[in-house]
């Protein structure tokens, strides 16, 4: 069974702090990583996807793959508390249903 | 352009009684996705419609859930003889292709619970 892990958190850091939160995945097989957020009561939106090994950075987000080490993590620069929220690792082997994550609860205070 | 819908966005039913709830996708999207994400959960997949191929139906927990999806634009998803352990909620997605690296689109999600 395919399996998507995230610390649940939550993670809290300090206005203008980087965020970083990790997510591995058992299938060595998979080729996409999504990034979404959740904000409390809402649904999931994308931020970020990667599937090549290294960095994709798009504004204050970096997201970093590791194939090898089956791990993804997302990297939040600057970070705000309009940024506090539920982020969710997605992982899809190619069967175009990605799997989630339980996701990482993100608490930025002021 | 508009989003993805869904109704309705919140639906309390009785043990036992069927239920129904619509999706309506960003328009010209083949593919279409219901999740259930239970409290503190992650999104646990339950069915995914591709065009007019069979849909993937290997996430449906019972024989209890099935959906339809027709014309290939609207879904519905029915509950028969609902469970207190339905209760959740039920989001829609939506993605050009289905494609790999396709963005999926939610919809707000229908609130359903089960007394």
């Known amino acids: 069974q395919k399996e998507v892990e995230q610390n649940s958190g939550p993670l809290s850091v300090p206005e203008g702090a980087i965020a970083s939160l990790n997510c591995t995945y058992s299938d060595r097989g998979s080729q996409s990583f999504f990034w979404y957020r959740q904000y409390s009561g809402k649904s999931p939106e994308l931020i970020m996807f990667?599937?090549?090994?290294g960095d994709k950075e798009d504004g204050r987000f970096t997201a970093q793959l590791n194939k090898a080490s089956q791990y993804v993590s997302l990297l939040i620069r600057d970070s705000q508390p309009s940024d506090s929220a539920t982020y969710l690792c997605a992982v899809d082997g190619g069967s175009y249903i990605p799997t989630f994550g339980r996701g990482t609860s993100l608490i930025v205070h002021p | 352009g508009a989003g993805v819908s869904q109704s309705p966005s919140n639906k309390v039913t009785e043990k036992g009684k069927d239920v129904e709830l619509r999706c309506d996708p960003i328009?010209?999207?083949?593919?279409l996705y219901w999740y259930r994400q239970s409290l503190g959960q992650g999104l646990e997949f339950l069915i995914y419609?591709?065009?007019?191929?069979?849909?993937?139906k290997s996430g449906l927990p019972s024989d209890r859930f099935s959906a339809e999806r027709t014309g290939g634009s609207v879904s519905t998803l029915t509950i028969q003889r609902t469970q207190q352990e339905d209760s959740a909620v039920y989001l829609c997605a939506s993605s050009a292709s289905g494609g790999a690296t396709d963005t999926q689109y939610f919809g707000p999600g229908t609130r359903l619970t089960v007394l």
């Open positions: 419609f591709q065009g007019n191929s069979a849909p993937d």
């Open positions: 328009s010209g999207h083949t593919a």
């Open positions: 990667i599937y090549s090994n």
